[in-house]
């Protein structure tokens, strides 16, 4: 009772004291609603033709109580309103069952397209029950999952040779003690390591702290369901991990309107900053909170800003190009060959005035280790500090967090950085991320102060001419948003839409709903001055062909 108390201690809400008042506004009608629900199960497997209810004691299974827990079955209720606000992916989704028992929630997991359905249950006795209620539902019923009944304990499965497309579904209704459950959660663990997504449904959570002291796990849910057997509430919790390359961050949406920014709606989402040139994008895990995908590739399926997927609102805020440089193209002087003689010369000049500037000796610097990337953060913040990428929030971070997590990339060899120096002090700075044989430019900026000697062109410059001699990377990814620059030093583009999921609630309906609206208005805006310049262009031009005081009609010319 000390686990679950320690869950009603969580800030209450709004939506938390309404709920508290509706448990107190039915509970003259506990008794109602008991034999109400347990009528609905006896339909339920009279319609199945199955035997699902009733308790079986640990002492009737022949387990021992100090690993295994009674067998009492699923709400029906419950399992279809917590799955089908999940907005799972479900033909990437794997559904298990720990302690399955006489098979309910697996009779009920096959009103879903999932990609495979199992349950692990120890008891053979269960086992037997559950097999003949499986053979009997898929007699008079049809689904497109594979169904496995595995007799065995939930710490003795293992997950090598699954396939897992995605997503792990784990549901457990209290089957067994913490000396079960901890090693079970620990395999589970492995599987997030190698990169699939986990989510963990656990109704009468009794042992929650096995899954709170996992740090690879995050709780998104805490709520509770009416228990028929016990005349009462019982709480239920889910649990998810976020596996790479998603991660836990805030994403902000302005409500901008031109360079006016009148508003901004921070929310905490799982995210992904995958390079849209990765050639195939990671599935995206439940929407039990916001999900944001900030590049995908756009291969125009996703065609609406603003649609419903599945029990998710799905948002794509932003369509803009990614440049590139393909880096396989052979030497440096072959990629400055794509440009005309003028940029290239021009290019060039740059470069040579300032090395002149430098003393005749460019003082260009590269940094990868965790050392050097410490270093490398030093003078990059000192830069930044003076940039106007500062002012609307595209700096290189300064807090203590970002100092961990560039040591920890560094290690892993995620980064990278270059700084031009002058006078031994840095002037302009380019923070890269790497991801297999993709090197982007994340965050760069330069010291105004020496804005005449076009610090930001040189360091790209040599930036480029050192990654096309390591032969290192395939591809120089420009990142972010679209800038002339870019266009201009790239060999290629791809379309790409920032999409962002959120679950479906009243303030995300409004908040997303507005948002699109101050969208829309602004391109509304945007093609109507597009088009009364247009106007004007042509009003011009018909006035200068038509009026008689016009030079074209005095058959003058302009030299």
């Known amino acids: 009772m000390r686990r679950i108390a320690s869950l009603m201690s969580q800030p209450k809400s709004l939506r938390v004291l309404i709920w508290i008042l509706a448990k107190n506004a039915v509970h003259p009608f506990r008794s109602l609603i008991t034999r109400y629900l ?128 995605a997503h792990l579904l784990v549901y457990i209704f209290n089957p067994c003690t913490g000396l079960v459950l901890a090693p079970a959660v620990e395999k589970l663990s492995r599987l997030v390591s190698q990169g699939v997504s986990v989510t963990i449904i656990y109704l009468n959570p009794v042992w929650l702290e096995v899954l709170m002291n996992a740090s690879w796990l995050k709780q998104v849910k805490y709520g509770e369901t009416f228990d028929e057997t016990g005349n009462s509430f019982m709480p239920y919790v889910i649990f998810q991990s976020v596996p790479a390359p998603w991660r836990e961050t805030t994403e902000v949406l302005p409500f901008q309107f031109g360079r006016w920014v009148v508003a901004r709606w921070a929310f905490p989402s799982i995210s992904n900053a995958s390079s849209p040139l990765v050639a195939t994008p990671a599935s995206r895990p439940p929407v039990l909170q916001p999900v944001t995908y900030q590049q995908m590739r756009d291969d125009r399926t996703i065609a609406q800003t603003l649609s419903f997927d599945g029990r998710a609102i799905r948002y794509a805020s932003y369509r803009g190009k990614r440049f590139f440089i393909d880096l396989s193209g052979g030497s440096f002087a072959a990629y400055l060959s794509k440009f005309s003689a003028k940029s290239r010369n021009t290019l060039k000049r740059k470069v040579r005035r300032f090395a002149d500037y430098s003393g005749g000796q460019i003082d260009f610097r590269c940094y990868t280790t965790s050392e050097e990337m410490l270093e490398f953060r030093r003078h990059a913040i000192a830069v930044s500090l003076v940039t106007y990428q500062r002012t609307i929030g595209w700096s290189l971070p300064e807090d203590e967090e970002f100092k961990s997590r560039l040591i920890e990339d560094a290690e892993a060899g995620r980064v990278c950085g270059f700084l031009l120096m002058h006078a031994d002090k840095p002037i302009a700075y380019a923070f890269c991320r790497t991801e297999s044989d993709i090197i982007s430019y994340a965050l760069l900026g330069y010291d105004p102060s020496f804005g005449s000697f076009s610090p930001g062109t040189v360091l790209l410059y040599l930036v480029i001419e050192r990654l096309l001699a390591t ?79 016009s030079p074209i009609n005095r058959g003058e010319t302009r030299t």
């Open 471 to 549: 032969d290192r990377y395939r591809i120089f990814d420009f990142g972010g948003m679209a800038a002339d620059y870019k266009s201009f030093f790239s060999t290629g583009s791809v379309d790409y839409v920032k999409v962002t999921w959120f679950p479906i609630t009243a303030k995300n309906l409004i908040l997303v709903f507005l948002h699109y609206i101050v969208l829309r208005a602004w391109e509304v805006a945007g093609t109507l001055k597009q088009a009364v310049t247009s106007c004007a262009v042509a009003v011009s031009a018909l006035a200068a062909r038509c009026l008689p005081w």
């Open 38 to 165: 347990q009528s609905r199960h006896a339909r339920f497997d009279r319609r199945a033709g199955v035997h699902t209810m009733g308790r079986v004691t640990v002492q009737e299974l022949g387990l021992s109580p100090e690993k295994s827990v009674r067998y009492e079955a699923t709400p029906v209720n419950f399992f279809h309103s917590v799955v089908s606000k999940l907005a799972l992916d479900y033909p990437a989704t794997v559904f298990i069952d720990f302690g399955s028992g006489k098979g309910r929630t697996l009779l009920l997991a096959c009103r879903y397209p999932f990609h495979s359905i199992i349950g692990i249950e120890i008891s053979p006795a269960l086992c037997e029950i559950a097999n003949d209620n499986i053979n009997r539902y898929l007699a008079g019923h049809k689904t497109s999952s594979e169904i496995a009944i595995l007799c065995k304990g939930i710490e003795e499965f293992e997950y090598d040779g699954l396939s897992i497309p």
